[in-house]
């Protein structure tokens, strides 16, 4: 019977959690405060937090379900889930340093908490502990799952570096800024969606099939998340509205609105010429993003996402009611109200 | 014969940059900047630098020396030299971040020159690439080797967070100073002395002494590091005089002092409290630290480190010739004006 997705990420916080404490416990005591507290587990004075709000854990989720397309258990992905879920929120500490966001799921981010130099390091000792973890026990399937993710998180660095340098540069070409997304959020969610099925030990086609469903799911996600940070509802968001445009963000839709051709495109190039963005200003170059065609543009772009998403796991050769559940998935990261 | 130790660096510099080279161009190109820039191979603005100033190479050369050790040729450990280069380095990147040192090497730290987010994701694409040139083809030594680097930069990284947490405290135990010490430094070095024997595939006990020798070594190392922190020349160590006193450090010579129980210890844990030392205050901190016994005894430290270090070697099933070198390259390491 198809599972729901909120069952399956239920499942995913039930299993994967327990063994995540256990993993920042290996770190030194004073170093885990600050991952603890990222986690939602404490708050910034060490007091235990009764209904921490977390993230939704699509990463372990996808590295779970993959180890069952492929006939495995679930368990069999476990190292693999908690170590895509410890490097990916070692990039959502740097990145906040980096992007010098003050708030990430509603609360103070790890960088403003704890300051900059805590956030570095907290960072660094997340990154090596998720390769450890793999590493600890080197068993053939273990070590080419570390060696997926060394290589995935390669790529997401690369991508955030090229993301860091769309902020310097006037306009960018869309395609770069897919290439940008790509490696940014698509080479980790593709490590995870694979996952499972390395550590099952699966053949090499089976995994590249599901790593091309996870490529496309970050890239379809990317895309609404970018809409998201222009439209996107604050209580929902966790962010201030228009946030993406206050930081003069290159984000897809914007790419697409400045290359657009279009007076609308040519009032936002002014826009984002300016030093400072005030509320008005920010409404009114969301207002242009969608004249200039790079709302919609970016809507059908997430769409053609999800159908080459779906497609990669059509040609695979996994369980049929595992793939269904993948695509529930799938749509539920994307869907997200648009 | 037993080859001299600037002999030895130089081979490993002919030996290792090359690779080293190689291996940051697997960055993206503007990703490899920083890290180009940070190596001394170009300038700030991307000119390459015609006779970089460089570190001396000490982990790399180690590394090679441990494969011989063994028996085996020095290429064998080429590929953990350069990774252990490559995450020292790393390390450099960012703790410079943390510590906000403008200068490293009689030129401006990563940070200073592109900026924290770039110096931050230029460190973080270090540590995951050399991690990446031993998981690239997982033989079981290499494997071996990266969770040994992986376990290494672990206890690296925690001691840099211990390092940190010194900071915020008042006085420190000496017994953690030298823990602390023995993480920030001593891992990556016992390591490096350990990786070349661990890719040529030697026994356990093989392996466990050279990494003792290693940690000593590192120990050594940083005892005298941290008198240079207080009377080293500036036009050597590239950085103020009495660096470490104006910053504040808790490093060894002034744990040493401020337990000392001295006259000359409460007097200089007064000055430590200040806001802020000038130039005159910076001095007499220093002369403190000398009257409390700070510098003898952590001379004094510094040679039972390094008799540890030989004692570790002589225990060891290694080449003679190649423990003598270990040993002249230690003196050198450690040597250094004191």
Redesign the interface.
């Known amino acids: 019977m198809r599972r729901a997705t909120p069952d399956l990420l239920e499942r995913t916080r039930v299993m994967v959690e327990p063994a995540l404490v256990e993993a920042v416990g290996r770190?030194?005591s004073?170093?885990a405060v600050p991952v603890r507290y990222h986690f939602g587990w404490i708050d910034a004075a060490g007091i235990p937090v009764p209904n921490p709000r977390q993230g939704k854990g699509i990463r372990p989720t996808l590295a779970l379900l993959s180890a069952e397309a492929v006939g495995a258990e679930a368990e069999v992905a476990l190292p693999g889930a908690l170590a895509v879920e410890i490097v990916h929120n070692f990039s959502l500490v740097?990145d906040d340093?980096?992007d010098d966001d003050p708030e990430r799921r509603h609360r103070a981010t790890v960088w403003k908490a704890f300051g900059?130099?805590?956030a570095?390091?907290?960072?660094?000792?997340m990154?090596?502990?998720g390769?450890?973890l793999l590493?600890?026990r080197?068993t053939?399937p273990r070590?080419?799952a570390?060696?997926d993710l060394?290589?995935a998180?390669?790529s997401m660095?690369?991508g955030?570096?090229?993301d860091?340098?769309f902020h310097r540069s006037q306009a960018v070409d869309v395609d770069l800024c897919w290439e940008m997304v790509s490696l940014k959020t698509g080479a980790l969610l593709a490590h995870a969606s694979a996952v499972g099925a390395i550590l099952a030990g699966a053949p090499d086609q089976t995994v590249r099939r599901l790593r091309s469903f996870g490529l496309e799911l970050g890239r379809g996600f990317q895309a609404i998340d970018d809409l998201l940070g222009i439209w996107g509802d604050p209580s929902v968001t966790g962010k201030p509205a228009g946030n993406d445009l206050r930081e003069r963000k290159k984000s897809i839709p914007v790419a697409v609105a400045l290359a657009s051709g279009s007076r609308a495109g040519e009032r936002l190039a002014d826009l984002y010429s300016r030093e400072w963005l005030d509320d008005d200003r920010i409404e009114a170059a969301a207002a242009l993003v969608e004249e200039a065609g790079g709302r919609e543009a970016t809507v059908s772009a997430a769409r053609d996402c999800m159908r080459r998403a779906a497609d990669a796991l059509r040609g695979a050769d996994i369980d049929a009611q595992v793939a269904a559940e993948l695509e529930d998935l799938a749509a539920f990261v994307v869907d997200r109200d648009f």
Chains 1, 2 share one sequence.
């Open positions: 770190l030194s004073s170093l740097h340093i980096i900059a130099g805590d570095i390091i907290a960072g660094d000792a990154m090596v502990l390769l450890e590493l600890d080197p053939p070590v080419a570390a060696a060394a290589g998180s390669a660095i690369a955030q570096h090229m860091m340098s």
